[in-house]
T-cell receptor
Framework: DTGVSQNPRHKITKRGQNVTFRCDPISEHNRLYWYRQTLGQGPEFLTYFQNEAQLEKSRLLSDRFSAERPKGSFSTLEIQRTEQGDSAMYLC??????????????FGPGTRLTVL | AQSVTQLGSHVSVSEGALVLLRCNYSSSVPPYLFWYVQYPNQGLQLLLKYTSAATLVKGINGFEAEFKKSETSFHLTKPSAHMSDAAEYFCAVSVPTSGTYKYIFGTGTRLKVLA
């Protein structure tokens, strides 16, 4: 078990550019989540995949954001036409469903995005 | 709607002193509650979780938390603080959604341990 990994760890970009982040979940986990954490705040839910299906998207996820999980393994989060307000830590988590209780989500180290 | 409130955005304790980080929740259904720790520039590490079994939950690194339904609280404690405990701590409640659960986090409490 190598844990959840995210790449890159840091990304600096200029306003208006597109960026893409990758998340590799724990291998046997079929559920994958994206969260955004701004400075001084707790993480906020963005979206969720079960296998390759994107089952929920937060209203925080504007049309400039798109997430995919094409083969039910790794996921990508793309932000088009970045804005300074997109500067945040983007966290990925994965889980394995439990029949009688909530999943426990395991988080990756995050990708810190800075938009200049 | 489910929510979490963490009282005190910053807490300072002396090394060896009791650590108490407060978390109150609001939930219309029996809650599942979590505490996570975040070290600088890192992701979240699970400390402990409450899933309706024992009300006193023991976690890693000597931390524990007690679920009190009457007070809607899930405070995190550690009897003796260590310098390595300095970090940010997040309380979270899980909310059913689209066949799974999403987490609602509090705003976090930054713990400072004084030598």
């Amino acid at each position: 078990d190598t844990g959840v990994s995210q790449n890159p760890r840091h990304k600096i970009t200029k306003r208006g550019q597109n960026v893409t982040f990758r998340c590799d979940p724990i291998s046997e986990h079929n559920r994958l989540y994206w969260y955004r954490q701004t400075l001084g705040q707790g993480p906020e839910f963005l979206t969720y995949f079960q296998n390759e299906a994107q089952l929920e998207k937060s209203r925080l996820l504007s049309d400039r954001f798109s997430a995919e999980r094409p083969k039910g393994s790794f996921s990508t989060l793309e932000i088009q036409r970045t804005e300074q307000g997109d500067s945040a830590m983007y966290l990925c988590a994965s889980s394995y469903p439990k029949a009688t209780s909530t999943d426990t989500q395991y988080f990756g180290p995050g990708t810190r995005l800075t938009v200049l | 709607a489910q929510s979490v409130t963490q009282l005190g955005s910053h807490v300072s304790v002396s090394e060896g002193a009791l650590v108490l980080l407060r978390c109150n929740y609001s939930s219309s259904v029996p809650p599942y509650l979590f505490w996570y720790v975040q070290y600088p520039n890192q992701g979240l590490q699970l400390l402990l979780k409450y899933t309706s079994a024992a009300t006193l939950v023991k976690g890693i690194n000597g931390f524990e938390a007690e679920f009190k339904k009457s007070e809607t609280s899930f405070h995190l404690t550690k009897p003796s603080a260590h310098m390595s405990d300095a970090a940010e701590y997040f309380c979270a409640v899980s909310v059913p959604t689209s066949g799974t659960y999403k987490y609602i986090f509090g705003t976090g409490t930054r713990l400072k341990v004084l030598a």
